[in-house]
């Protein structure tokens, strides 16, 4: 009944979804474009073998990368289908993967529009990033023995409470998922609480850990750190992810900042592309000089460089003395702290660390990051660290070891998508 009364909702929502892609669009083209991939009309696929990987946007499909390159290595035969909903995550796979996968938008939630999306892909099993529970899919899943794992799974507790409002529909959707591959037992247990059978539930870790840092990638930073410097070594503070209401607080320390490290170079990094004129005019409005990324020049005597592109942030923490990672001073719940972690970079973030609970929980333990929640206490706080060059390196070689000490949970998880479906 009351997935009835979801699905309802649902449809009778359809134009206010397709009003808001419209107005989206405005500012970022591409949510105009392929909606009928949204709807399940995607080309029919020809292979004996498939494996759907689902992520949401960027932050999941750059996780889900060492996951997918693993499949193609485990499964050379099998055909891999990697769907997102953002345009932002559709270019991170096409960067990442070109046309060795199989790339579309996921279909919406709708039981007609996913039968559609089965029929046409007719997938071996379904590997969901994180936590994406839709109740018409997995069920359409279940209703073709279609095994569904939650990879990488993590459910906060203002999450878990809010799907505890739905008690018959979660353990209905539950019941019907093969496994779920949780980050940390907190999120484990969050999952048992809401219905999950135990036999479902493995911990494995959080696959970020993961993390491999290329030759290619090193080289770049390597690189960039060489141009951002100079001659003069200019100190670098990378920005990185913000959402709306925090360029304002970033801009008001460095200000502070620049009162004492007037060769201070601040890389700022907007998470969502439509937002980049956005940020540089708020820049500008303050007076300083700004130099777009994509002008692909040196900051030379700018003191803001924004960066515009995309596919770049990895390359960017390895470049940097110092990361703060946005998402956090407004509750957006947090972007990777594991990447400047990984690089030996020092880290400080705001105090809403939801989507990151337990690497948070790591790196302040070992203090390899320090949480801000105020324009004074980040410039306090880099201040401290731009003038003491050990305890910045300190600070660093402690968050390295957190991001090396918990490696491993992609091999559990790929123990756990065998187990499920051991001939994908």
């Known amino acids: ?227 951002w410097r100079g001659d003069n070594q200019r100190p670098v503070w990378l920005v990185a992810s913000t959402h709306r209401g925090e360029d304002e607080v970033i801009l008001d320390s460095f200000q502070e900042l620049l009162k004492y490290h007037d060769d201070l170079l601040l890389v700022l990094v907007p998470r969502h592309p439509e937002r980049f004129d956005e940020v540089a005019q708020l820049c500008e409005s303050r007076k300083l000089t700004v130099t777009r990324r994509s002008e692909a020049v040196a900051p030379a005597d700018s003191q803001v460089l924004l960066g515009d592109t995309m596919g770049e942030l990895l390359a960017f923490c390895g470049a940097s003395d110092v990361v703060f990672m946005g998402g956090s001073l407004v509750p957006v719940g947090g972007h990777n702290l594991i990447e400047p972690a990984a690089w030996g970079v020092p880290v400080l973030s705001g105090s809403h660390l939801f989507n990151f609970a337990e690497a948070s929980r790591l790196l302040l333990s070992a203090e390899g990051m320090v949480v801000c929640d105020n324009s004074e206490q980040i410039a306090a706080e880099m201040e401290s660290l731009l003038n003491d060059p050990q305890r910045r390196v300190a600070m660093g070689e402690a968050a390295q070891a957190v991001a090396e000490q918990n490696r491993g949970a992609l091999q559990r998880l790929m123990t756990v998508i065998e187990d499920t479906s051991p001939s994908p």
């Open 1 to 227: 009944m009351i997935r009835a009364l979801y699905t309802i909702a649902f449809y009778l929502a359809v134009p206010l979804v397709l009003l808001r892609l419209l107005l989206r669009g405005r500012k970022a083209p591409a949510y105009r474009k392929r909606w009928g991939e949204r709807f399940g009309f995607v080309p029919r696929l020809k292979a004996d073998k498939v494996i759907w990987v689902h992520s949401v946007s960027v932050g999941e499909t750059l996780a889900a990368v060492p996951l997918i390159k693993q499949l193609q290595q485990r499964y050379p035969n099998a055909q891999l289908v990697v769907t997102t909903m953002t345009p932002t995550g559709s270019e991170r796979v096409v960067a990442s993967f070109g046309d060795s996968v199989y790339h579309v938008y996921a279909p919406y939630d709708l039981p007609d529009v996913v039968a559609r999306f089965l029929k046409r892909v007719q997938p071996d099993v379904l590997v969901i990033m994180e936590t994406e529970l839709w109740p018409n899919l997995v069920l359409g899943c279940a209703k073709r023995d279609i095994p569904v794992v939650v990879a990488n799974a993590r459910l906060s507790q203002k999450s878990a409470d809010g799907y505890a409002k739905m008690p018959a529909l979660m353990q209905s959707l539950l019941a019907n998922i093969s496994a779920v591959a949780a980050q940390h037992s907190d999120d484990g247990q969050r999952f048992l609480d809401l219905g999950l059978p135990e036999k479902s539930l493995s911990i494995t870790g959080n696959i970020k850990f993961d993390l491999l840092l290329t030759d290619d990638v090193r080289q770049k930073a390597n690189d960039l750190k060489q141009q």
